[in-house]
């Protein structure tokens, strides 16, 4: 940025003063793993829901100390025939997201079959000899706790580590390359960002952040109390 300073002297003269300075602060784009984060969060007691994603973005750029250039937030998006509440309940959140200036990035569920599992549960059933009466009972009591289908997010790591190399590197788009995930299988793609010239940092909530995340690159564990401070404030 630069100031152009006119000083007026005697005589009607006139001279001008320039100061100039650079902004040290890297533009980063910030990737958020929203099913990693959301597990993790939950198992701190902490409802996802709950937290206030432009007061966390502002913290996370306060921490690493970069300007925010874009926030990218990838997840999975469940079907309405999961139920209405859960349905309607993700859609809001994505648009809220979408409020803040955010990239919402989403996928379907997977739907796939349970039937290796049930296979290996029967199994263990059948060597366990139940009597005529009880093994029926036992067997459709495991099929019912397991479900003969299962829905699980897919391609949702790939999409994100795809998007990572391409905007940082391919497109050039920016400085720094923030992850929020705790996952160990990002570690590549940060290599190759990093082994690039640019920056990389990851953070997450202390459960389920990888230990080989925090050893090879820049980190930040987000503590409870920290997260409890990034609450919504109409939560009470």
Not at 76 to 96: M, V
Request: proline letters at 2%; charged letters at 30%; one cysteine or more.
């Amino acid at each position: 940025m630069t100031l152009l300073f006119t000083k007026r002297g005697m005589l009607g003269s006139t001279s001008s003063i320039i100061i100039s300075w650079r902004n040290d602060k890297s533009d980063a784009i910030i990737f958020i793993d929203g099913n990693n984060f959301y597990h993790n969060s939950r198992s701190m007691g902490i409802k996802p829901g709950s937290i206030d994603f432009d007061k966390l973005i502002n913290f996370i750029c306060l921490e690493f100390k970069c300007n925010r250039k874009q926030v990218r937030y990838y997840n999975s998006e469940p079907d309405i025939s999961d139920g209405t509440k859960k349905y309607y309940g993700a859609q809001k959140f994505f648009s809220e997201l979408k409020k803040l200036g955010f990239i919402v990035q989403t996928r379907k569920l997977q739907k796939q079959s349970n039937e290796k599992e049930i296979n290996a549960r029967i199994k263990v059933i059948d060597d366990e000899e139940y009597c005529p009466i009880c093994r029926p009972l036992v067997e459709n009591a495991c099929i019912q706790c397991v479900g003969r289908f299962s829905k699980k997010e897919k391609g949702i790591d790939v999409w994100i580590a795809i998007d990572m190399l391409n905007l940082c590197l391919l497109r050039n788009e920016c400085d720094m390359c923030i992850l929020v995930s705790g996952d160990g299988d990002f570690v590549p793609a940060l290599d190759i960002i990093k082994g690039s010239g640019k920056e990389v940092a990851s953070t997450s909530v202390y459960h389920g952040y990888s230990n080989l995340l925090r050893e090879k690159h820049r980190f930040k564990t987000i503590t409870e109390q920290e997260l409890e401070g990034l609450l919504k404030q109409d939560r009470f």
